[in-house]
């Protein structure tokens, strides 16, 4: 999963954070995947979750674009404000969410907000890669994946996992609507490709597409 850049080589760099999950009053533990896009020299950050230390060390000294979030429940978002500080030798970097996203957002910070609206279609250009946001409704109302169709992978969130899809059932989501959005817009990519997930191990659309019966 690379693509040559005047940098080196576009690359996805992984870990693994430990922290919890908390919403209607309950709380988890659970282990969050961290993707850091990008080459050499610059990045994009999915997600963050639990430690901000813990990005920064996949991140290094690269230059960070921007946070993109994949949606607002706190084990995807709590620490992205203060990585936001932290980044880019303190000068920051945005924070990209989606709109609808702004109940779960206030949940975990009620003082601050993010930097610029996700829609639909928008694009964030890393490295010469482009990453297009996909709008999923249904685990969270303003949930997105995130296409890298030059690097042949996606980035899910908690809208499809190895299994098939995210969780429903809690306050915001909703299973019919999460279905349909898997169907429309996950399920249109090429069969190749690599689903990186916010929790557990990678799949592909092909096999979630068997698992599913599309």
Known sequence: MTADSSAGAVRVDHAVVSGTFSLDGETFDVDNNIWVVGDDSECVVVDAPHDVEAIMDVVGDRTVKAILLTHAHDDHCRVAPALRERVNGGSGAPILLHPDER??????????????????????????????????????????????????????????????????????????????????????????????????????????????GA
């Open 103 to 212: 109940p779960l957002w206030e949940l975990t910070h009620t003082d601050r907000l993010w930097d610029l609206d996700l829609a639909d279609g928008s694009e964030v250009t890393v490295a010469g890669v482009v990453l297009r946001a996909l709008h999923t409704p249904g685990h969270a109302p303003g949930a997105v994946c995130f296409s890298a169709p030059d690097l042949r992978c996606v980035f899910t969130g908690d809208t499809l996992f190895q299994g098939g899809p995210g969780a429903t059932g809690r306050s915001y989501s909703d299973r019919p609507t999460l279905e349909a959005s898997i169907r429309a817009k996950l399920f249109a990519l090429p069969d190749e490709t690599v689903v990186h997930t916010g929790h557990g191990d990678d799949t592909t659309i092909g096999a979630e597409k068997a698992a599913l």
